[in-house]
């Protein structure tokens, strides 16, 4: 993955969006406040016109295959503001880690895997997306922390395995047309940590093997 995206990057440096994300929380912020001032004027949700949606888009409703990934979360004022702020932070800081290439090319990656997995299933969406990016926070600044509730600190690394559990439940539980939306919007992290990925798995396997056979050996001795 390095050498082809090194040379991907020479000839596409130039067409890098700087400060992606901070277009992105903003293009969520009008729609949020966009989607409010329609509410409130004729009861109408302008979002729902922006999510994506198979049978719309096959209808005509085209802006939705690119759309859905300016819908901020569903939920009140306050959680937006910290979710946009928090949102800015991590795609800010992977940007200053990867360089603007790298990381438009990881979000370009997650955008796609998603698109493909609502053409297929009918329905997309950007939470997994999202959730990408916090994945690959997690793995450039594990020790990071935030304030859980405004109050607990909590390392970014423990918030992250609690999430991978959590999507790990998802898939298992999920119908095959959720389990591809899955797979397909985070395609890519697995693209590209895939080594850091399969070294986490070994590790936490050798540590698992580590305590069964010490376990073993106490109650051999007792």
Do not use: H
Request: aromatic share 18%.
């Amino acid at each position: 993955m390095g050498k082809r995206t090194a040379q991907i990057e020479r000839k596409l440096s130039k067409y890098a969006i700087q400060n992606l994300m901070m277009i992105i929380v903003g293009a969520m912020a009008i729609v949020f406040i966009a989607d409010l001032l329609v509410y409130t004027g004729t009861g109408k949700s302008l979002i729902s016109m922006l999510y994506f949606d198979r049978a719309a888009i096959a209808a005509g409703q085209w802006w939705r295959v690119i759309t859905f990934i300016f819908c901020p979360p569903d939920t009140s004022l306050i959680f937006i503001i910290f979710a946009l702020y928090f949102y800015w932070l991590i795609g800010s800081a992977l940007e200053r880690a990867w360089g603007t290439f790298r990381f438009n090319l990881y979000y370009l990656c997650g955008i796609v895997g998603a698109i493909i997995s609502g053409l297929i299933t009918g329905y997309a969406t950007n939470n997994y997306l999202n959730m990408s990016l916090f994945l690959a926070f997690a793995f450039f600044y594990p020790e990071f922390e935030v304030l859980l509730f405004f109050i607990l600190p909590v390392k970014i690394k423990w918030l992250a395995y609690i999430d991978a559990a959590l999507i790990a439940f998802s898939f298992i539980m999920s119908r095959w047309s959720g389990r591809l939306a899955i797979l397909f919007s985070l395609s890519n992290l697995v693209i590209f940590f895939y080594r850091d990925i399969k070294l986490s798995v070994l590790r936490i396997k050798r540590n698992i093997s580590y305590r069964i056979s010490e376990w073993r050996s106490r109650r051999r001795y007792k």
